[in-house]
T-cell receptor, first 111, second 114 residues
Framework: GENVEQHPSTLSVQEGDSAVIKCTYS??????FPWYKQELGKRPQLIID?????GEKKDQRIAVTLNKTAKHFSLHITETQPEDSAVYFC??????????FGTGTRLTIIP | GAVVSQHPSRVICKSGTSVKIECRSL??????MFWYRQFPKKSLMLMAT?????????EQGVEKDKFLINHASLTLSTLTVTSAHPEDSSFYIC??????????FGNGTRLTVT
């Protein structure tokens, strides 16, 4: 069955430092791993995604790494800024393109 | 890019009444849409998969007679919360895909049942 663990649940980082959030999944058939950012009261916004044939993907200050052997993928945010404060969710597809979401990480950037 | 529009954004209703939420794909056709529910400070939980022209597929534990889903066209899916109760108060979000992943989300509907 599908299961995804996300850690940590809360993370406070000094502005300018890096933040890393990790998710571990159980279904080896998964081939798509997105990360979403959600601000209070708003919809989740896709910030980066990776497919199983790639080990790492970068987009400016954001990167995602995937370790298929260990079944985990991580979000890396460098040079953090106050506007990075939000809740971040990992997700992965479990059959028929349904997405299962992680439990979320509340990231706070300390000015 | 692909845009998903959801209405209403907020609705307050009395216990026992029904509420309809609309989800539209504005610039693409969506044979499949997904309905999620999110309680405060919790993750998004998939409720059901809406299929154009056929019955919706519900996740385990979701009452199909309470959460009616209709996907009558390639651009519109509706979720009706029937006989709403305070415990149904939540943030409901639809999503759709344009020929594959990623999913695009609507703005969500905050339902409050008094």
């Amino acid at each position: 069955g599908e299961n995804v663990e996300q850690h940590p649940s809360t993370l406070s980082v000094q502005e300018g430092d890096s933040a890393v959030i990790k998710c571990t999944y159980s279904d080896s058939a998964s081939n798509y791993f997105p990360w979403y950012k959600q601000e209070l009261g708003k919809r989740p916004q896709l910030i980066i995604d990776i497919r199983s044939n790639v080990g790492e993907k970068k987009d400016q200050r954001i990167a995602v790494t995937l370790n298929k052997t260990a079944k985990h993928f991580s979000l890396h945010i460098t040079e953090t800024q106050p506007e990075d404060s939000a809740v971040y969710f990992c997700a992965y597809n479990f059959g028929n393109e349904k997405l299962t979401f992680g439990t979320g990480t509340r990231l706070t950037i300390i000015p | 890019g692909a845009v998903v529009s959801q209405h209403p954004s907020r609705v307050i209703c009395k216990s026992g009444t029904s509420v309809k939420i609309e989800c539209r794909s504005l610039d693409f056709q969506a044979t499949t849409m997904f309905w999620y529910r999110q309680f405060p400070k919790k993750s998004l939980m998939l409720m059901a998969t809406s299929n154009e022209g056929s019955k919706a597929t519900y996740e385990q534990g979701v009452e199909k007679d309470k959460f009616l889903i209709n996907h009558a066209s390639l651009t519109l899916s509706t979720l009706t919360v029937t006989s709403a109760h305070p415990e149904d108060s939540s943030f409901y979000i639809c999503s759709a895909r344009d020929q594959g992943l990623p999913l695009h989300f609507g703005n969500g509907t905050r339902l409050t049942v008094t």
